[in-house]
């Protein structure tokens, strides 16, 4: 079940209704059904993971609690690690390094027989797996104290708000509030409402219309050159920014609904003036995550310089890794890894050399043009880095690269070339230019305050002009779009 679905559309007011009309000591119940409903629409049979990873780090973590010895805490930490890492290791890496080491195999001359097995991968696996480990983790280190209901530990694990694509949810911060009790709230209703309705605006117009243009090319690189390729590129941009900041939106919309707040997992990503910075706001749960749990027991930048480099570029492996079983996944987690250390030596050797370069920051025109060209820059080197991350394998990136600038000398031809071969009119460019301008305008201002706080807090005149100018708009974008409405998320197959 889809969050732009009928389905869906009927599934969440039953829910809704339902919950605010039970006694609280009922409501979990109706929750953890609900959730395990919403995930068994998918394949009714891969329910027995989620629930057989759900107990058995729920068990380990009791037991890590109960261990009078730190060497019982570990076995049982270990037992849990093992577990639902072997899980998801199965069902989404096993065929992808089978293939790796019958190639490597291959090239050494050694005579060997595939071994790859019909596996589905079981949808939200790899955000489901995380939310369990992150909360045995921490009751290993003493941050949280094993929860005993299994009833609620379940509904953490499941909640079908955040259960298929995020965010990845700290036990720390959503057990207490599944546990409070909630009372029907006007303002939670609606303005999860608005959230929601701003998740769908990005995916429905944004993210559906530019997939057309996008699988155009990615799809059949060979039949596209030069400019072409860099407008998908750039589209993909905003696709995948749209298409799961969307579903983030929509996520933190319904569970606020239900008096719940998950965390922001995205915050104006694309206005980010370095890498480092970009991460900080793109998808915030994930990072912050590998961070966490990765990145700082690796040694984080408590280590030499060379092993601090090693610790980003390993962390960001690693992430690429879980985004997807292919290796355009990793050269994607390697290239912003190694754009990461890139900006550290920068700034030491900026540092060294030009020593009060950094204390005060330029003001006046001067600062706001130094501000928007590393804004600039930062975005060419994360548009960059989708390439891998949308091509359907590293020929492909590869092929995609050594051409988006051929012939772009002649600069006319270059550009015209690009426009045709996209089937770009006037009409079809300004239901692309619009709906990106308004994205624009809200991130921007989105960086320093809530916007739809701002909005709700308007006189009811224009408050209501504002939504309903907005909802139009959404409608005619949607019913022009190129695209399937109905298209699934693109974080749906992590």
Not at 9 to 15: C, D, E, N, R
Not at 54 to 76: F, H, N, P, Q
Not at 287 to 313: C, K, M, Q
Not at 406 to 420: D, K, M
Request: charged letters at 15%; hydrophobic letters at 50%.
């Amino acid at each position: 079940m889809q969050f732009n679905s009928w389905q869906f559309a009927i599934f969440l007011p039953v829910v809704f209704f339902v919950y605010y009309g039970l006694k609280h000591r009922y409501r979990w119940i109706w929750l953890l059904a609900a959730s395990y409903y919403f995930y068994m629409s998918w394949n009714p049979k891969l329910v027995v993971l989620i629930g057989g990873t759900t107990l058995i780090s729920y068990v380990c973590a009791m037991k890590v609690e109960d261990s009078r010895d730190k060497s019982g805490k570990k076995a049982w930490l270990l037992a849990a690690l093992l577990s639902c890492l072997g899980v998801l290791f199965f069902f989404k890496y096993f065929n992808f390094f089978s293939e790796s080491v019958t190639a490597v195999l291959r090239m050494l001359s050694l005579p060997v027989q595939d071994v790859t097995l019909k596996l589905i991968l079981p949808v939200g696996i790899s955000f489901y797996t995380f939310q369990t480990l992150s909360y045995v983790i921490d009751v290993y280190r003493g941050d949280l104290k094993a929860e005993r209901h299994l009833g609620y530990y379940a509904l953490y694990v499941s909640f079908f708000p955040q259960l298929v694509a995020g965010p990845i949810e700290r036990p720390g911060n959503l057990i207490p509030q599944l546990r409070k009790e909630t009372v029907f709230c006007y303002e939670n209703v609606t303005r999860g409402l608005k959230i929601m309705a701003w998740g769908f605006y990005k995916k429905l117009v944004i993210a559906t219309t530019m997939s057309v243009y996008v699988d155009k090319v990615y799809n059949d690189p060979q039949n596209h050159v030069g400019f072409a390729m860099v407008v998908a590129t750039v589209m993909f941009a905003f696709q995948v920014y749209c298409d799961f900041s969307g579903y983030s939106d929509i996520a933190i919309g319904s569970a606020k609904m239900f008096g719940q707040d998950l965390m922001i997992n995205f915050k104006s990503p694309y206005f980010a003036k370095s890498m480092k910075e970009f991460w900080s706001r793109w998808h915030i749960s994930l990072s912050t995550w590998f961070r966490d749990y990765l990145y700082i027991p690796l040694g984080g930048n408590r280590v030499s310089r060379a092993r601090h480099e090693l610790n980003l570029f390993v962390t960001f492996v690693v992430s690429g890794l879980w985004h997807g079983a292919n290796w355009t996944f990793v050269a994607w987690g390697g290239v912003h890894g190694a754009l990461q250390v890139l900006e550290n030596e920068w700034k030491l050797w900026k540092k060294k050399h030009f020593p009060g370069s950094g204390v005060a920051a330029a003001g006046g025109w001067r600062g706001a043009l130094s501000g928007a060209a590393k804004t600039v820059l930062t975005f060419v080197a994360v548009d960059f880095a989708w390439i891998f991350f949308r091509a359907n394998s590293i020929g492909d990136a590869v092929f995609i690269i050594r051409n988006m600038f051929r012939n772009c000398q002649f600069f006319l031809p270059y550009l015209w070339e690009g426009y045709r071969f996209l089937g770009l009119t006037k009409a079809k460019l300004a239901g692309i230019v619009i709906p990106l301008l308004i994205l624009a305008v809200y991130d921007y201002f989105d960086k320093r305050t809530d916007v739809i706080g701002r909005i709700s807090s308007l006189k009811t005149g224009w408050r209501w002009a504002v939504y309903v100018a907005f909802v139009t708009l959404t409608i005619c974008l949607v019913v022009s779009s190129q695209g399937n409405v109905s298209q699934e998320f693109i974080y749906f197959q992590f």
